[in-house]
């Protein structure tokens, strides 16, 4: 008998490791830096796929400049999940939008089936969120957490009148649609900054564009310091190497 409930206890852990295994948190994919060669290599039969954007106008003609609008790609790894690139010529992730398949973790942390999901779980959920949004052309309400996640409720065309919002209605209607959008351009663009080496000017920290207003006729000596000899130096601030440069003294 003790047998048999080992046996039985064995089964039910394996099945409770193998759910958790399967559960889907985004929270382990690093937008702009997640690619999609990179979901390539993990499943070989990711599929392209047409996206509706539920922030922007049905007719196409309003783009967001922050991904590609309109495409993504699908795997089998992760039900419920479309990945769109950055830009059409640019392989980085920069948004996952979910869809009525999805149930897992967001990147906040909260675990989210979305079958069963309405608008006023996530209104509850937390307040001063940025709700009832919409472009005016779009066929969804959005509901905005932060500045990363957007929730969407469809419209109903034939309730009258649309404004005020009904948001008593509203909220008891099911969200069809999540976005998880990351601003891959500042990311890239602050990633360049934190690359660059520091820059003394005769013994002070300047700036890179300070550097670019000195003349080459002014300039007595550079002295490039790199690795632990910077951080020595300088700590931190020269972990990406050091540029000292001195002026020639005037007479």
């Not at 509706?52 to 039900?79: A, H, Q, T, W």
């Not at 690795?227 to 020639?248: M, Q, R, S």
């Given at each position: 008998?003790?047998?048999?409930f080992a046996f039985l206890f064995l089964i039910i852990a394996l099945n409770s490791l193998a759910q958790?295994?399967?559960?889907?948190?985004?929270?382990?994919?690093?937008?702009?830096?997640?690619?999609?060669?990179?979901?390539?290599?993990?499943?070989?039969?990711?599929?392209?796929?047409?996206?509706?954007?539920?922030?922007?106008?049905?007719?196409?003609?309003?783009?967001?400049?922050?991904?590609?609008?309109?495409?993504?790609?699908?795997?089998?790894?992760?039900?419920?999940?479309?990945?769109?690139?950055?830009?059409?010529?640019?392989?980085?992730?920069?948004?996952?939008?979910?869809?009525?398949?999805?149930?897992?973790?967001?990147?906040?942390?909260?675990?989210?089936?979305?079958?069963?999901?309405?608008?006023?779980?996530?209104?509850?959920?937390?307040?001063?969120?940025?709700?009832?949004?919409?472009?005016?052309?779009?066929?969804?309400?959005?509901?905005?957490?932060?500045?990363?996640?957007?929730?969407?409720?469809?419209?109903?065309?034939?309730?009258?009148?649309?404004?005020?919002?009904?948001?008593?209605?509203?909220?008891?209607?099911?969200?069809?649609?999540?976005?998880?959008?990351?601003?891959?351009?500042?990311?890239?663009?602050?990633?360049?900054?934190?690359?660059?080496?520091?820059?003394?000017?005769?013994?002070?920290?300047?700036?890179?564009?300070?550097?670019?207003?000195?003349?080459?006729?002014?300039?007595?000596?550079?002295?490039?310091?790199?690795?632990?000899?910077?951080?020595?130096?300088?700590?931190?601030?020269?972990?990406?190497g050091v540029i000292e440069i001195f002026l020639k003294k005037k007479r």
């Amino acid at each position: 008998m003790k047998r048999i409930f080992a046996f039985l206890f064995l089964i039910i852990a394996l099945n409770s490791l193998a759910q958790n295994a399967d559960t889907i948190r985004l929270s382990d994919f690093q937008f702009c830096e997640l690619t999609l060669e990179g979901l390539k290599q993990k499943d070989p039969s990711i599929k392209k796929v047409k996206v509706e954007e539920m922030d922007l106008c049905p007719d196409g003609f309003v783009e967001d400049g922050r991904f590609e609008n309109r495409v993504g790609y699908i795997s089998k790894l992760y039900p419920g999940v479309i990945f769109q690139k950055y830009q059409s010529d640019v392989d980085m992730i920069a948004k996952i939008h979910l869809t009525k398949a999805f149930k897992g973790y967001l990147p906040n942390g909260n675990y989210i089936d979305m079958s069963a999901l309405k608008a006023v779980d996530i209104l509850t959920r937390q307040a001063g969120l940025n709700a009832w949004t919409s472009r005016g052309c779009s066929d969804y309400w959005g509901i905005k957490e932060g500045e990363q996640i957007y929730y969407y409720v469809k419209i109903n065309k034939d309730k009258k009148p649309q404004y005020p919002v009904d948001e008593k209605y509203y909220s008891e209607q099911p969200i069809v649609g999540i976005d998880i959008i990351a601003d891959c351009y500042s990311y890239y663009e602050d990633d360049s900054q934190r690359n660059k080496p520091l820059f003394i000017l005769d013994g002070k920290e300047v700036s890179e564009a300070a550097m670019q207003s000195i003349k080459p006729d002014d300039v007595d000596s550079i002295n490039v310091i790199k690795d632990k000899n910077a951080t020595d130096k300088y700590g931190e601030k020269g972990k990406n190497g050091v540029i000292e440069i001195f002026l020639k003294k005037k007479r």
